[in-house]
């Protein structure tokens, strides 16, 4: 006996039809109309005065200005991260003194404008005529000097930036240090390794891939906020930039010379954060994904 059941025949192969996004391209087409608009307009206006902005670009005044916001940006992070990282470890104690002490630094110097600390620091020779080291409520001193010639604009703007930027700074350690697992404390406790070994060595390492990128974001708003130095008549960047302006009244040209270089410092410091976050997320990710050269290779030897 024979089966008579019709044989079920191959089925041609399915033709894949990529989805449409009609709105997606429509915007896309919008987008790059108010760039063309935008970049025409800057490119042919000629109030901008683009021969003035080369001019001025590379003048070596222009570039002592931005050594000086480089140099109060390096030494404001430095300090900042290793003041703010003490604090946070000061808000975990279990000692109530340190936690009461770092709760309330932190909170003083979040609640004070910049502007408003570095103000007060140029005038503390005011308040007090020397600053002194000795012991409390003794004649015993063993350092002693005219606090004029002690806190000038440099210094001045350094422990102001410093001290702001360790507050923030701490909350968001702190924060990081938070967010680990707690199980992760209870192993690194179970080793039997000391305090400092478990934090530096475990929980620390664990925590820089929450507290890296607003970490960042704080570098580069202290970049940008070194401009506030200004007040203390402090050649940076931007008080150079308005010297030269009202001298020679070109103040748009020399406002883009500043807009420039502030966004020079900001990308490059994006990509370094970047290339920080890809270091440290190679632990937590099991591939890493390709930096932009990579995908450009890998797309160059891809063509046919």
């Given at each position: 006996m024979t089966d008579s059941s019709p044989r079920p025949t191959p089925s041609a192969p399915l033709k894949v039809v990529p989805a449409r996004y009609p709105l997606r391209l429509l915007g896309a087409v919008f987008a790059l109309f108010i760039l063309l608009a935008?970049?025409?307009?800057?490119?042919?206006?000629?109030?901008?005065?683009?021969?003035?902005?080369?001019?001025?670009?590379?003048?070596?005044?222009?570039?002592?200005?931005?050594?000086?916001?480089?140099?109060?940006?390096?030494?404001?992070?430095?300090?900042?991260?290793?003041?703010?990282?003490?604090?946070?470890?000061?808000?975990?104690?279990?000692?109530?003194?340190?936690?009461?002490?770092?709760?309330?630094?932190?909170?003083?110097?979040?609640?004070?404008?910049?502007?408003?600390?570095?103000?007060?620091?140029?005038?503390?020779?005011?308040?007090?005529?020397?600053?002194?080291?000795?012991?409390?409520?003794?004649?015993?001193?063993?350092?002693?000097?005219?606090?004029?010639?002690?806190?000038?604009?440099?210094?001045?703007?350094?422990?102001?930036?410093?001290?702001?930027?360790?507050?923030?700074?701490?909350?968001?350690?702190?924060?990081?240090?938070?967010?680990?697992?707690?199980?992760?404390?209870?192993?690194?406790?179970?080793?039997?390794?000391?305090?400092?070994?478990?934090?530096?060595?475990?929980?620390?390492?664990?925590?820089?891939?929450a507290i890296i990128p607003t970490g960042f974001n704080e570098v580069i708003g202290l970049a940008k906020g070194t401009s506030i130095v200004y007040v203390l008549a402090m050649p940076d960047l931007f008080y150079t930039v308005q010297v030269l302006y009202n001298r020679s009244q070109q103040v748009i040209p020399m406002l883009m010379v500043a807009t420039v270089w502030y966004l020079v410092i900001t990308t490059v410091l994006s990509v370094l954060q970047y290339y920080v976050e890809r270091y440290f997320s190679r632990g937590a990710t099991r591939q890493v994904a390709p930096t932009p050269l990579q995908r450009l290779r890998l797309w160059r030897t891809a063509k046919p």
């Open positions: 935008i970049v025409q307009s800057v490119a042919t206006n000629p109030r901008w005065e683009w021969a003035v902005f080369r001019q001025w670009f590379f003048n070596p005044v222009i570039l002592e200005g931005l050594g000086r916001t480089l140099l109060l940006t390096l030494l404001g992070t430095v300090f900042g991260i290793i003041f703010g990282t003490l604090l946070a470890l000061a808000r975990l104690s279990k000692s109530y003194l340190l936690n009461s002490l770092a709760w309330a630094y932190i909170w003083l110097f979040r609640s004070l404008p910049l502007l408003l600390v570095l103000i007060v620091l140029y005038n503390f020779s005011y308040l007090y005529d020397n600053l002194s080291l000795g012991i409390p409520f003794t004649s015993i001193e063993f350092f002693k000097h005219p606090t004029v010639d002690l806190l000038d604009q440099f210094t001045v703007a350094v422990i102001g930036l410093s001290a702001v930027q360790s507050a923030y700074t701490a909350e968001i350690i702190r924060g990081g240090i938070v967010g680990v697992e707690q199980g992760q404390h209870e192993a690194a406790a179970a080793l039997g390794l000391p305090g400092y070994r478990r934090t530096f060595r475990i929980i620390l390492p664990q925590a820089l891939r």
